[in-house]
């Protein structure tokens, strides 16, 4: 098991673990994306595990060998839903074996600032939550995409790949607390705050 480091997030004063679940869950319809990601509703992606399948999709689309220990880059442009996604993800990349997540201040990281942290610290890759030029808010619009190791938009036959994933999934992994009231183990954390947080290993 690997530990996980939240680089935005600010040192705790104990040792924190976490536990890994397997939730069952189903294939959900629309969830095609193209090198631009996928943008719905805010209100769709806050159904129930549609983010969830979808970034589940994209880690079983990439390779085991390169995701186990792996450093991400997560943030968006600040619209709605922004930092509740970026803990969801933050909880599927933590099961998923992913060791380092690097977050922007108070969660925004706009896709050439993505692009930029990529390829300056040579990390596998980053998650971008942005749906462009749609409106933000409530009802608008939402989007996620992945920009790969150098720093560009996913190859296509990625974005098929994580597509046809979206079509067979059966179930996703989670990190949950493990000695805590929350069911989330990043709960207390702050994303207004820099600096680092180390979750001890995985339990």
């Known amino acids: 098991s ?110 050439p600032a993505i692009s930029a942290v990529i390829r300056a610290r040579k990390i596998l890759g980053g998650i971008i939550l942005t749906a462009s030029h749609n409106p933000g808010g409530p009802t608008e619009d939402f989007g996620i995409k992945y920009n790969g190791d150098n720093g560009g938009p996913a190859q296509e036959s990625l974005t098929d790949m994580i597509y046809e994933n979206t079509k067979s999934i059966s179930s996703f992994k989670i990190a949950g607390a493990s000695d805590a009231d929350e069911d989330d183990p990043f709960a207390a954390v702050d994303l207004a705050q820099i600096g680092d947080t180390t979750f001890g290993d995985f339990t």
């Not at 595990?49 to 600040?78: K, M, R």
């Not at 509740?84 to 201040?105: D, E, F, P, Q, S």
């Open 2 to 111: 690997l530990p996980i480091t939240i680089s935005t997030l600010p040192p705790q004063p104990s040792k924190m673990t976490f536990t890994i679940t397997t939730v069952p869950t189903a294939p959900i319809e629309g969830q095609k994306t193209g090198t631009s990601g996928l943008r719905k509703k805010v209100t769709v992606f806050q159904s129930k595990h549609y983010l969830h399948n979808w970034v589940q999709s994209l880690f079983s689309a990439l390779p085991a060998a390169s995701l186990a220990g792996s450093t991400l880059a997560v943030g968006g442009d600040g619209r709605y839903f922004n930092d509740k996604a970026i803990r969801i993800i933050a909880r599927i990349a933590a099961a998923n074996g992913v060791k380092t997540l690097l977050v922007g201040h108070n969660g925004i990281l706009c896709t």
